[in-house]
T-cell receptor, first 110, second 113 residues
């Protein structure tokens, strides 16, 4: 089983749609969680950290379910500029080990 | 000025060449990383330096040789690479406390002919 699993997609959605991605992780010692966005052939950029209580940043909402070991990202009112690959990243407790998923590709269509 | 600066952006080299990738971070971080990203694979950690000491080497072939002269600079020296080494190489930095966000450089798209 992969340490961090994501549906690779692509998710093709129309502008204005709401889309959700899930990510599961296998190591219960995982302590910190992040969503990164990566455009084609560019570096990953931090989108948001994920907190136990859930957190929101504008159109983006992240949730963490420790019991089921998954995190989610919800994007509301999708924009064309949201088209990218979204990487789920898990950090093991107090270490330098960041485990990356393969990413979920999103295409927002006009 | 961006937080993590990585050069060159693109590199094409033959199997007998020697080249180096350079990374500099301006964020005051004390940990720096090299990652490799191949098509349809997750990012793979190659090397980690904390306070200029290497703390992780994920069984990377010796044709990749890292150097960390200080907490702000990191190099990856390349020699006698193979075509399968073609990939996006990413430098990153963070604070060495765990649980901290990683900040990436723009990456080097490497092609080995």
């Amino acid at each position: 089983r992969k340490e961090v699993e994501q549906d690779p997609g692509p998710f093709n959605v129309p502008e204005g749609a709401t889309v959700a991605f899930n990510c599961t992780y296998s190591n219960s010692a995982s302590q910190s969680f992040f969503w990164y966005r990566q455009d084609c052939r560019k570096e990953p950029k931090l989108l948001m950290s994920v907190y136990s209580s859930g957190n929101e940043d504008g159109r983006f909402t992240a949730q963490l379910n420790r019991a089921s070991q998954y995190i989610s990202l919800l994007i509301r009112d999708s924009k064309l500029s949201d088209s990218a690959t979204y990487l789920c990243v898990v950090n093991l407790s107090g270490t330098y080990k960041y485990i990356f998923g393969t990413g979920t590709r999103l295409k927002v269509l006009a | 000025e961006t937080g993590v600066t990585q050069t060159p952006r693109h590199l094409v080299m033959g199997m007998t060449n020697k080249k180096s990738l350079k990374c500099e971070q301006h964020l005051g971080h004390n940990a720096m990383y090299w990652y490799k990203q191949s098509a349809k694979k997750p990012l793979e950690l190659m090397f980690v330096y904390s306070l200029e000491e290497r703390v992780e080497n994920n069984s990377v072939p010796s044709r990749f040789s890292p150097e960390c002269p200080n907490s702000s600079h990191l190099f990856l020296h390349l020699h006698t690479l193979q075509p399968e080494d073609s990939a996006l190489y990413l430098c990153a930095s963070s604070q060495w406390t765990g649980n901290e966000k990683l900040f990436f450089g723009s990456g080097t798209q490497l092609s080995v002919l």
